[in-house]
């Protein structure tokens, strides 16, 4: 994914009055001013930057958001940082979901990016709205206009008392020259940024009127279902449809690139149909397997072993690696290994396509609008501005919802049909026909000195690269994928050598919560914990004796190890571990305590994180990704497994694809360090910290080392 970087204060920056006498205010990020090409004439909203402000005269303070909203609660956080500086009241704030348009700048949702790239946009956006409204208040009064203030959706004349309220000065705020730079808010200065607000989209929710994808209703609607082949690559090689179109309510089945379309009247008789397609054996439907139907997991993880061996290509080296574990006077190595998994979100993929000669509308639970943009035009040779994108509400996305393969099927059915298909994938089409998270294969090794320093740390990683294997143009030789988490080491070490081997193979890779560290960071965690032992120190105080006194990672520690009460026993019969990692611009640490049971199996009562994401936005949003990261990396350590047989992918459904249950969730708490630096994300970093954290406190409970997932139980004998 391309990140858009963040403009500078002297962006463009444009106002106009709609002909309900709103008055808007776009901001724009990229400098590319060619995006800008939506003229007041055929668009009343003028055109479409990143973001928008709208104020209306009734008081109402509209902003589209352009990020998607997926519970991680976007539609709050984003209004909240331009109504800081707008001066207005949260109660008069609302939200509408932007249409995908090139002219908004990056859309993604992705790569923990929305605060991070939006921070500084939204905050001049709001400022520079809140200088015209002042502007044009001073006007109108006739005023020094240092003499006025805004405040609550107003204007104030400090030393007469008057006020205009935002919606008396928007015509007159509409003809002013646009403030080269707008004087933002100092952060003592906040009301509404740093505080817990109600979050904007609750009341739809909790009426039942939130329209995810799979809510969507249209006149006409038709429901599809896409029977996939069952290997990875294979491809329809016959079709008689009689036996699907005998089912009740079932209109059409054809063939499309990725398989084989039922098209019903509803969802029931669309299931009905793709079952007698496979109920009734090869004279229905069969398959070209391909070249990978003999595919299993065991040719995949000797195939990683063995590229393991090949020379690598060296990403970060810092002096004499091999020197320096000829000399060690205690030599450490390890082999890790962690597995494919599937994203499972709670709400499968889905998408609702209309297809008309020379345009299609898609509303499709998405990440990325502009890329389902482009695929959907590219697979219907359109030009990409004759395709409409709406972005739902999204029942869970952790990555797999940047790739939309769905959208494309969709579309692809409803041109065939000429009607507005809805397209359904159940569970087993989800897990089965997921872009998994690669898997991986680590060879490390370190060097501690007769004073138990440490003198080299040498990584090796073995992997799929998610870039290479979906665009060959993104990847990068000289900075791959798979090593984020690995190339930042961030302990001191006077040899480093981190290298890579990449590995692709048949297995659909794509981007997963925390994408490569959650694998990396695992590795670096667990094998310092094996250090620390090695060398007889606490595994707290070895990592902080690692780390650079100018480490954000420094007081993330502290905190959780102030927090937990480290260095103090636990409870009996508990054991306790501790991780930390940085990603994504923040840095977080997490104490786990853990029991076992009777045959081994891991119970995790407690999970302490602490973080430093930079300025805070809206603290209870932060806690609540940070338990859902908990909950998301428990799955993956304690059960998340992708494994193949005879090309086809085994899991299917919870049931042997298992989640963490309510009953098993942890208690989670989550502490957040003040902080000034640079702003930085928290979908993903509360994910890397737990698998390690979890593994070594099960050391801590029983001397044995976790180099493995999923844990599944332990072995106790």
Not at 90 to 117: D, F, K, L
Not at 256 to 281: C, F, H, M, Q, Y
Not at 454 to 459: D, F, M, S, V, Y
Not at 614 to 621: A, E, R, S
Request: charged share 20%; with cysteine.
């Amino acid at each position: 994914m391309k990140i858009i970087p963040d403009p500078g204060r002297r962006e463009f920056i444009k106002i106009a009055i709609t002909a309900t006498g709103g008055l808007i205010l776009g901001f724009y990020i990229p400098t590319d001013s060619s995006r800008l090409q939506a003229p007041a004439e055929t668009n009343p909203h003028l055109f479409k930057p990143n973001a928008w402000l709208r104020l209306d005269p009734d008081g109402t303070t509209t902003v589209i958001v352009s990020r998607s909203e997926m519970g991680q609660g976007v539609r709050t956080a984003l209004p909240m940082i331009v109504a800081e500086e707008l001066e207005v009241n949260w109660s008069s704030v609302r939200i509408e979901p932007a249409i995908a348009a090139q002219y908004y700048g990056n859309m993604t949702t992705g790569g923990s990016t929305s605060i991070r790239e939006s921070w500084e946009p939204l905050r001049q956006a709001g400022a520079t709205a809140r200088e015209l409204l002042i502007s044009a208040a001073a006007i109108i009064w006739a005023v020094d206009r240092s003499s006025c203030r805004a405040k609550q959706g107003q204007v104030l004349h400090l030393p007469t008392g008057r006020q205009l309220p935002y919606g008396e000065l928007l015509a007159t705020a509409a003809e002013l020259p646009i403030p080269t730079e707008a004087p933002l808010k100092q952060s003592e200065d906040f009301t509404i940024l740093g505080r817990s607000l109600a979050r904007l989209d609750s009341p739809e929710k909790v009426s039942g009127t939130a329209r995810f994808g799979f809510d969507l209703a249209l006149p006409g609607l038709q429901v599809a279902m896409v029977e996939h082949c069952p290997v990875l690559g294979g491809k329809v090689a016959g079709l008689d449809p009689s036996a699907a179109l005998a089912v009740a309510g079932v209109r059409q089945v054809f063939e499309i690139e990725n398989g084989v379309a039922i098209v019903a009247d509803s969802p029931w008789a669309a299931l009905e149909g793709r079952r007698a397609l496979r109920n009734s054996g090869k004279s229905a439907i069969s398959w070209d397997e391909g070249e990978h139907a003999a595919l299993d997991s065991e040719s995949l993880r000797e195939m990683l072993e063995l590229k393991s061996r090949e020379e690598g290509t060296t990403i970060r080296r810092e002096g004499d690696i091999g020197k320096a574990l000829t000399a060690a006077t205690r030599r450490l190595e390890a082999i890790y290994e962690l597995p494919f998994l599937a994203h499972a979100p709670m709400e499968p993929m889905n998408c609702t396509a209309v297809v008309r000669p020379g345009a299609a509308e898609i509303w499709a639970p998405t990440q990325s609008p502009q890329w389902a943009q482009a695929t959907v035009a590219a697979a219907l040779e359109l030009p990409r501005d004759q395709v409409k994108v709406h972005t739902t509400l999204i029942g869970g996305g952790f990555g797999r919802r940047l790739l939309n393969d769905y959208a494309v099927e969709a579309a692809e059915i409803s041109r065939h049909t000429g009607t507005p298909i809805k397209l359904l994938w159940t569970r087993e089409d989800d897990i089965r026909h997921d872009w998994y998270r690669p898997a991986s294969y680590h060879r490390v090794a370190a060097a501690l000195d007769a004073n138990n320093q440490l003198t080299g740390w040498k990584h090796r990683v073995t992997a799929p690269s998610i870039s290479q294997s979906l665009n060959p143009r993104w990847f990068d030789p000289d900075n791959p994928d798979i090593v984020d988490g690995a190339r930042q080491f961030p302990y001191r070490t006077p040899n480093l050598l981190v290298d890579c081997v990449i590995a692709n193979s048949a297995v659909p890779v794509g981007w997963w919560r925390s994408v490569y560290n959650s694998q990396n960071a695992f590795v670096n965690e667990c094998f310092m914990d094996e250090l620390a032992v090695a060398a007889g120190s606490d595994p707290y105080q070895f990592r902080l004796q690692l780390l650079p006194t100018d480490s954000r990672l420094r007081g993330v520690l502290e905190l959780v190890a102030d927090h937990t009460h480290w260095g103090q026993a636990a409870v009996e019969g508990r054991f306790r571990g501790i991780a930390c990692h940085a990603c994504f611009g923040s840095y977080l640490a997490t104490v786990t305590e853990i029991s076992l049971g009777r045959n081994g199996e891991v119970r995790v009562h407690k999970v302490t994180s602490a973080l430093d994401c930079g300025p805070i936005v809206h603290p209870d949003l932060i806690t609540a990704q940070v338990e859902g990261a908990v909950a998301f990396a428990l799955t993956a350590t304690l059960w998340g497994e992708i494994t193949l047989e005879k090309g086809r992918i085994r899991e299917s459904n919870f049931s042997d694809y298992r989640l963490l249950t309510m009953a098993e969730m942890p208690e989670v708490e989550v502490h957040i360090l003040p902080s000034s630096a640079e702003q930085g994300g928290i979908g993903e970093p509360g994910v890397p910290p737990v698998a390690p954290a979890v593994c070594n406190a099960i050391f801590a409970a029983t001397g044995k080392r976790i180099r493995k997932l999923p844990v599944r139980q332990v072995k106790l004998d």
